[in-house]
């Protein structure tokens, strides 16, 4: 993966596509918990410091943080002071069936409103899933074109062959594997592990663009517009970080006692401080959609509902490949390292060239939190292993999170 939302992306992204061709190191699960510690509160300053501005309103006086797409909703619905007929409309079915509209999806958002122009913002951090499942998307389009490449150079004539094709991807994967073909970053890029949107009157759109732009700590890199189910405008936007010893100062004077949580002692957290932030890039990458409450509205509660949009990805040739599966659930792995109790990586359970069950997400879980999950409702712990299961104290709620994404600064 190369998250472009971090400071440590580059050694990051060497370390995953490693991992990808099952060549961990020493040190790799210590690294990786301290960019999801660390990384986050590096950026969250700037992140707050330029939509404070845009939106003329206080962040630490008026966001609210939101952990579930029905708690975002709701809130979706109490801000839009204006709704058009069809939106009246779309907020008039969700009332009558809200349990049609995946209401336990997690999120880990924060959302912000400048009441009188009504203009909103949520900003949220991609959860460990859809960065896995897109990063899997994106390899898999690369081992593809690889295999395709090869059938045609190979035997033209089974080009098209299904299993001739499976074959060439598990014989790409190894290549991959052997160092004998490389992911480039571009292959692996993600520039919207944080997004923002920015809802608005369509009048007001263009104002706040301009505001984005005229931040001296921000350059809008890439301009598109979407036009489909719904539309929008998307800027890639980057961030100047706040000045490194700045930076050092504020991480060594927060509370780090929760780091003991995710495997690392707080006093070593605290010594890793200053290299991990001096050797750093001096800025990161979030992605900003601009969009009317009109097509905001339609993207949530109309025709295209993030969730089916999931659902209809998941359902994508490409998404339902094998290679994708194991690409995916390596990712997987890695990113739920970053959240476990633990930092110790071992011998990698997933290689490219393997064949595994999407299933086989609830081991990975199990194995990082020490946990013993049964395989079916008849299974029953026999008396010699009834003691050696149960944890001194494993507070697997409080730990494991849906994304490796802000929190509130000094809490445990």
């Not at 969009?291 to 998941?314: A, Y």
């Not at 792995?333 to 476990?340: F, N, R």
Request: hydrophobic residues 40%.
């Amino acid at each position: 993966m190369y998250l472009t939302g971090l400071t440590q992306r580059d050694r990051l992204f060497e370390l995953s596509t490693r991992w990808l061709a099952g060549h961990p190191r020493t040190g790799d699960g210590r690294f990786v918990t301290e960019v999801f510690l660390l990384d986050p509160l590096i950026s969250r300053p700037a992140v707050e410091e330029l939509f404070s501005a845009v939106l003329s309103t206080q962040w630490a006086a008026n966001a609210r943080q939101v952990r579930t797409k029905d708690e975002l909703r709701r809130w979706l619905m109490s801000a839009c002071r204006q709704p058009s007929e069809r939106s009246r409309d779309l907020l008039s079915r969700f009332r009558l069936h809200a349990e049609q509209y995946f209401p336990t999806t997690p999120v880990d958002a924060f959302v912000l409103e400048e009441a009188d122009v009504f203009t909103a913002a949520m900003i949220r951090i991609k959860s460990i899933t859809r960065l896995a499942e897109k990063a899997a998307r994106l390899a898999t389009a690369r081992i593809t074109k690889e295999a395709q490449t090869l059938a045609v150079v190979s035997d033209p004539s089974e080009a098209s062959s299904q299993e001739r094709h499976v074959e060439l991807e598990r014989q790409i994967c190894e290549a991959f594997e052997l160092g004998q073909l490389r992911f480039e970053r571009e292959d692996l890029r993600i520039d919207d592990l944080i997004g923002v949107k920015l809802a608005a009157p369509a009048r007001r759109l263009d104002f706040l663009e301009w505001a984005i732009k005229a931040q001296g700590t921000a350059t809008v890199v890439e301009r598109t517009s979407h036009r489909g189910r719904y539309n929008d405008r998307q800027l890639v936007v980057e961030i100047d970080t706040p000045p490194v010893g700045l930076t050092i100062d504020r991480l060594l004077a927060l509370d780090w006692s929760s780091a003991a949580a995710r495997g690392i002692e707080p006093d070593d957290l605290r010594r890793a401080i200053p290299q991990y932030v001096e050797s750093g890039a001096r800025s990161f990458t979030i992605e900003i959609i601009l969009t009317t409450w009109e097509e905001l509205l339609e993207s949530e509660f109309g025709q295209g509902m993030h969730e089916e949009r999931v659902l209809r990805q998941r359902e994508t040739g490409l998404h339902r490949s094998q290679t994708t599966t194991s690409v995916a659930l390596a990712l997987t792995h890695l990113l739920l390292l970053a959240v476990s109790p633990t930092v110790e990586v071992g011998d990698l359970p997933i290689r490219m060239t393997g064949r595994y069950l999407p299933e086989t997400a609830i081991e990975l879980i199990a194995k990082l939190y020490g946990l013993e999950i049964a395989h079916s409702p008849c299974w029953t712990e026999n008396a010699a292993t009834r003691q050696s299961l149960q944890p001194e104290s494993t507070d697997v709620g409080s730990s494991l999170q849906v994304s490796p994404g802000w929190r509130r600064e000094g809490t445990q």
